[in-house]
């Protein structure tokens, strides 16, 4: 439940993001994805902080984890509510744009 809690604050962080989720009827599940993908990256911030640091105190490293993992997630909703280049297009950029991607690099 924890991780839900921090999810969704995250995301209410970002009042645009948190509108264009809730009016599309998608806060929940992109908060439950969030959730389960916080909770992954702070295990996985866990293990890494504990096998460079061994013999620390394991609530301290739970606790660093949390805020690396945190910050990531925190950073990654930041630059989603950036506007991008494709944002600012023209329509015929657009359309032109959609007719000839780019190949992926």
């Not at 105190?57 to 989603?80: N, V």
């Amino acid at each position: 439940m924890q991780y839900k809690m921090i999810a969704l604050a995250l995301i209410q962080e970002n009042p645009e993001i948190y509108e264009r989720l809730r009016r599309g009827k998608t806060l929940l599940r992109t908060m439950d994805a969030h959730a389960i993908e916080l909770k992954a990256s702070h295990e996985d911030w866990k293990n890494r902080l504990d096998q460079e640091r061994p013999g620390r105190d394991p609530r301290q490293i739970a606790s660093e984890a949390m805020e690396l993992a945190t910050q990531a997630l925190r950073d990654r909703l930041s630059s989603a509510s950036q506007p991008t280049e494709a944002d600012h297009l023209s329509l015929d950029a657009a359309m032109n744009f959609l007719r000839n991607p780019s190949p992926p690099e």
